[in-house]
């Protein structure tokens, strides 16, 4: 059943003007449990807690999995066995369901320890051994095998433009700070890992 809070906030998407949606998705975000968010289909492996007893999240991280379409459900799985090892928070499948894996306070594995110096992507200034997996929130999206060029599906897409605004208004994460994996990170050197994912979260704006 739909929760009073996720009501009001879908209620506000079919009358509000767009100011009014985002002061209800911004509430929506710091609740704690498992809420029902209009527009995502959230599998929650753990629940939200206090949002004041989260791990200080200050960078999201965009990634991309070289698994087949199916697979972040079970890389969720086994991320909530095992929060510490390499992976993320947060598992995107290709029919855009969200998979919360872990709980806040856990630090997953993962970044290679933003070791991308050469300004390619972004000003590297600010990222340089700094966007790291100790204070960046890392986000997932399973597809891209076995053209790992592949780009991120539709229903990827629509999941996204909710969930990095959800993110943001839950940890107070600027939006300069949304990164793809291969701004901050020497990676495959065949595509460019996350980086149309955190080019539209720049070009949505706030």
């Known amino acids: 059943m739909m929760s009073r809070?996720?009501?009001a906030v879908f209620a506000a998407l079919l009358v509000a003007p767009a100011a009014a949606v985002e002061a209800e998705l911004a509430k929506l975000a710091r609740a704690?449990?498992?809420?029902?968010?209009?527009?995502?289909?959230?599998?929650?492996?753990?629940?939200?807690?206090?949002?004041?007893?989260?791990?200080?999240?200050?960078?999201?991280?965009?990634?991309q999995t070289e698994g087949p379409a199916g697979s972040a459900r079970g890389g969720a799985q086994a991320q909530a066995k095992n929060p510490t090892r390499r992976g993320v928070t947060v598992w995107?499948?290709?029919d855009g369901t969200v998979y919360w894996a872990v709980a806040e306070n856990h630090v997953p594995t993962h970044g290679d320890?933003?070791?991308?110096?050469?300004?390619?992507?972004?000003?590297?200034?600010p990222t340089y051994r700094q966007v790291v997996r100790d204070?960046?929130?890392?986000?997932?999206?399973?597809?891209?095998?076995?053209?790992?060029?592949?780009?991120?599906?539709?229903?990827?897409?629509?999941?996204?433009?909710?969930?990095?605004k959800i993110l943001r208004a839950?940890?107070?994460i600027p939006l300069e700070r949304v990164y793809a994996h291969?701004?901050?990170?020497?990676?495959?050197?065949?595509?460019?890992?996350?980086?149309w994912l955190a080019t539209l979260a720049r070009m949505w704006g706030e």
């Open 5 to 7: 809070l996720a009501a």
């Open 32 to 63: 704690s449990g498992t809420p029902d968010i209009p527009g995502l289909k959230i599998v929650w492996l753990a629940p939200w807690g206090d949002v004041r007893n989260a791990h200080p999240w200050r960078n999201i991280i965009v990634h």
């Open 92 to 94: 995107v499948e290709t």
């Open 113 to 125: 320890g933003a070791n991308r110096n050469d300004n390619k992507y972004i000003d590297n200034k």
């Open 135 to 164: 204070n960046s929130i890392g986000v997932e999206f399973a597809g891209n095998y076995p053209d790992v060029a592949t780009g991120p599906t539709e229903a990827q897409v629509a999941a996204w433009k909710i969930l990095v």
């Open 170 to 172: 839950r940890y107070d």
């Open 182 to 195: 291969n701004w901050v990170d020497y990676k495959d050197a065949r595509y460019c890992e996350g980086c």
